[in-house]
């Protein structure tokens, strides 16, 4: 099989005759019209239809927007590295927020946690209570320490075992 280079040139030639010149006039005047064109692309063309090759098929012809496709595609990715920043910089925008938030509820914390040391602190939890207990023969004073919790339901079987704890 024949072997293209990457750019291949084929020269047409025109020889002095009515149809040769008549078909050059009418290249030149259809290139007038389109000057965007080239007479390549007009060769081109012509060897699709005359092949009867389907428009599907067929590569769209060269315009001046493919010509500069290399700087579309540029400008193309400029644009996604522009909106790649963009994610990026709301991205961490909204994490550092979130950072932020967390640090401050650390802080409210932590001054929770000291401000009941504090109280934990200036306030025992155990206050001492004295009670005078007298008997026949002799006084007896017993200490009893409650602690301040508040009161809840007393459970009859150890109310009755206090009774026992309490003699000894």
Known sequence: MFQWSKKVVK???FNPGVADESLL?????HLEKDPEKTF???????????????????PSPATP????APAFEEQQIAE?????ADL?????????????VMERQLLQLSQQVAQLAIMVHERPI???????TSAPQEVVNHTTYTAAIPPQDVDPVIS??????DDF
């Open 11 to 13: 020269s047409v030639t």
């Open 25 to 29: 006039a009418l290249v030149e005047s």
């Open 40 to 58: 390549s692309d007009l060769c081109k063309e012509a060897l699709w239809q005359s092949l009867c090759v389907p428009e599907s098929v067929r």
């Open 65 to 68: 927007e493919k010509a500069t």
């Open 80 to 84: 996604l590295q522009r909106q790649v």
């Open 88 to 100: 990026e910089e709301r991205f961490f925008a909204k994490e550092s927020n979130r950072l932020e």
């Open 126 to 132: 155990i206050q001492p209570q004295t009670q005078a």
């Open 160 to 165: 009755r075992l206090s009774q026992y704890l």
